[in-house]
């Protein structure tokens, strides 16, 4: 069964394409700034609760901004 990752790369593209200023969409999502950096870069993944904001403050599905990953070792 794949598991899914967000691509933190798509989030700020969106993120920038809709003119949302970082601080203003880290406020929105509920998360701190460091925090969204670091998705961003991909360097932590959110919460399921957390990727679900993260997609309907952007307009988009889930799907639009995670990948699935496989759980095979």
């Known amino acids: 069964m794949a598991t899914r990752r967000v ?6 593209a969106l ?19 460091g925090y969204l950096s670091n998705i961003e870069q991909g360097r932590k993944q959110p919460s399921p609760a957390v990727t679900k ?13 995670t990948y699935p990953v496989s759980d095979a070792a």
Not at 54 to 62: F, K, N, P, Q, T
């Open 7 to 12: 691509n933190g790369g798509t989030v700020r």
């Open 15 to 33: 993120r920038e394409a809709l003119g949302i200023k970082h601080a203003d969409f880290a406020r929105d999502v509920r998360v701190s700034t």
């Open 53 to 65: 904001r993260l997609a309907d403050r952007l307009g988009v599905g889930m799907d639009a901004i």
